[in-house]
């Protein structure tokens, strides 16, 4: 159940690139400015790379700005990032 009434969407991000250890600091620095719920967080270290699954609850408002934001930190990281809405 998600407490906050306003976050009544979910999404998926998936993060990729070269073995990173602060790639789950990356995708929190561009989710700073937001509401947000962490709902599941999932991450590979695999043959020199870091593959980064964050499931988050948010509100729908602000989906297309979180989904600029982590693509500005990830240009600017080395990392490969998505945002997948999730529809239920």
């Known amino acids: ?4 009434s306003n976050l009544t969407s979910k999404a998926l991000i998936v993060a990729s690139g ?3 250890p602060a790639a789950a600091e990356v995708v929190s620095a561009a989710l700073r400015d ?3 719920e962490q709902i599941e967080l999932q991450r590979i270290d ?3 790379r870091t593959i980064l699954a964050l ?3 948010h509100d729908r408002a ?3 700005a979180i989904r600029l934001d ?3 930190v990830g240009t600017e990281n080395n990392l490969d990032i ?3 809405e999730i529809e239920e």
Do not use: K, S, T
Request: no cysteine; net charge negative; glycine share 12%.
């Open 1 to 4: 159940m998600i407490a906050n």
């Open 18 to 20: 070269p073995d990173n």
């Open 34 to 36: 937001f509401v947000y």
């Open 46 to 48: 695999l043959g020199g």
């Open 55 to 57: 499931l988050i609850a």
């Open 62 to 64: 602000h989906g297309e």
């Open 70 to 72: 982590l693509e500005r």
């Open 82 to 84: 998505a945002m997948l």
